[in-house]
């Protein structure tokens, strides 16, 4: 066997075998046998909201462990085929046997980032609200880009992107807007994104081409679906109704159609805007609400549980989690976890996995490469 193939070898059976320390094999096979044994029972359908519940469990379960299976599977062909390509002198089958390798590595090691999404609400849908700071036109223009750049990478992984409210700048990117990632891990992938990102530049909007700093803030929350009881006082929440902005017509210019709810004890505030109606509207930003207060109080649960090894991240305003440096080089660096890349572009075309995986990774006491090439 050739030295890289044997490598390549040894570290897909190394992450395959974490993998399976993680889902503690023979009882994640023992739950899957349950939950299909539950599927398969016609009265589980009495209970819709339960059905969907377990059959969602199922699948989940069922593609870590197919995965594992796939993966293990994958190395034993590729093995054998680079061992008969080299008998043979067969070069480009070689080849094949390790882009084969090189892929089921890349795809193991997204596995065992995967595997820690353990969280009550990682595998939910995630809203994802992006706020310019103070800097006016140049902070919501950076606004604008944090926004294509999180659309970006939920498009590339195959997550599902609805606009639920947008407020445009007066002359370019926004002052704000609230997305729905709609896919299986959504909320667990983006959940370290929240915090202040910070943006160092030669502005496109300055005569004198002078270097400018730019703040935005990125908040997550996870889609609480209705499994899920978050106890609102109705006296509490201020409604307001406006004219949303934007796209959408007549109806959207001339109707207050757009909702804003203001829970006051803890000063959370939602809007939607993207429904034709204001009751759409309103019912959605209801969603929204439940989906900020659970998230304080998921920070709240996780502040205590840390709290004696201080590891908790500060989201408040002024606490950066990442520089992009545009100008004198190039560079984004996030600060909690080193982890650094030149590719500037690559990154604010939503290459964010590197950094997504770091953070995910720490917040777990796990390591990873502090540089990327």
Known sequence: MRPDVEAMKADIEQSVALLRRRLDWDAALRKLDELNARVEDPTLWD????????????????AQINAVREMEQGVEDAVMLSEMADEEGDEEALEGARADLRAIKERAARAELEALLSGEADGN???????????????????GMLLRMYTRWARAHGYEVEVEAEEGGEQAGIKSATIQVKGPNAYGWLKSESGVHRLVRISPYDAAAKRHTSFASIGVSPVVDDAIEIDINPADVRTDTYRASGAGGQHINKT????????????????????????????????????????????????AAQA?????????????????????????????????????????DGDLDQFMGAALAARVGETRGSTVE
Do not use: F
């Open 125 to 143: 849908d995630a809203y994802l609200e992006v706020n310019s700071g103070a800097g006016g036109t140049e902070s919501n223009d950076w606004a």
């Open 308 to 348: 004696l090894a201080d590891a908790k991240t500060d989201i408040g305003w002024g606490h950066q989690i990442r520089s992009y440096v545009l100008q004198p080089y190039q560079m984004v660096k996030d600060l909690r976890t080193n982890v650094e890349t030149s590719d500037t572009q690559g990154v604010l």
């Open 256 to 303: 207050d159609s757009a909702v804003r709810l203001t829970h006051v004890p803890t000063n959370t505030v939602v809007a939607c805007q993207a429904g034709r109606s204001q009751h759409q509207n309103r019912e959605q930003a209801w969603k929204m609400l439940r989906a900020r207060l659970y998230e304080l109080e998921l920070q709240k649960r996780e502040a």
């Open 47 to 62: 209970d819709p909201e339960q059905a969907q519940a377990v059959s969602r469990d199922r699948s989940r379960l069922e």
